[in-house]
């Protein structure tokens, strides 16, 4: 699979993507219970659609595109005979395309975008404003002043540039950390949401990077780097902290870019690589195998003879034991999965 590739949008069937994607958005901002796996297969459909080299011609050819199934394929060829969807009509009313503005600024979900419409806003200004009693978070209050910038995806080359900024300022505090971008930077995508950072220490000289968020933050503030906050740490001096803001280059005019810090103990810097990498759908696919094996995947690390109360899945009745977590390869590996270069890793 060429990273290219899996981002083209020049191909012969970027239309029926786009028309796809348009409808797997509108589902994205209901709140029904169909609408998650509707959203969840489009998202895997769609990237092997605009992959697929020729211009899909049948409802057979349709069906053997991985991820495309009956539903799927009867849409593609709607689109295909029709140039349209129907059902994009159906589902875009006026209160879903509202919930859905609102649903963009920052750490608004679906039930807060359901509140604010019930309260009576019908737009960002009416939020502002307070219609119906509404209040803002400081974090939601961000959200909506650099909501534009929030939204767009930032060209990778900034992404470079901010992190060739940052990281020897990390540097500086301790030259001994290790700071890795991830995400879909790691991936090799043309443009990211926003730059994910994680940092970790090797311990063999009896020091750690607890407490380098705080040390970091502080930095990166007195820089007019990171301009805003959106979520602190609970404890900057853990050595598993997260860190939520805003950043920008120091030069004139430029826009506000989403920034995620993520402290790892060293010894899961592996799964934590892994699971940072994304893409989220992949990690889902590797949680899932992980599961089906008797394992299970997180962050820190693939754990075995973990057992879980069989009324609630999600519920663990204990932890198990680590099986590997410092190595991405050792995971791939114990889950008989062949390795895969970040770029490789779209679902
Ligand atoms: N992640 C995940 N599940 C989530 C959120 C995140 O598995 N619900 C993992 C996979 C992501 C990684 O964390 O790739 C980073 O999360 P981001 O939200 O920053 O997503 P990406 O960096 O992949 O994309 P973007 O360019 O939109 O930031
Ligand atoms: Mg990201
Ligand atoms: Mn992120």
Redesign the pocket.
Known sequence: VDSKDNQRTDGPNEFIAKKLKELSDLHAAKLGQDDHWRVYSYRKAIPNIRRYPKRIKSYEEAMKITGVGEKTALKIMEIINTGDLRRIGYENTADLQIRQIFQGVYGVGQKTAYKWYAAGCRSLKDVKAGVGGVTLTPAQAIGIEFYDDIND?MPREEAQALFDIIKPIALEIDPKLEVHI???FRRG?KD???I?IMITRCPSDGRTHAGILHHLLKALHERKIITEDLALPEDPFDSEAIYRGLCHLPTPGSRRRRI?FLTIPWKSRGAALL??????IF?RAMRYKANHMGYSLNQKGLFAGVVRDPRNRMIKLNTGNIVASETEEEIFHLLGVPFQKPHERVR
């Open positions: 995806r991830m995400g879909s995508k990211c949401g926003d994910d995620d699971y940072y990498t994304g893409d989220d990690n």
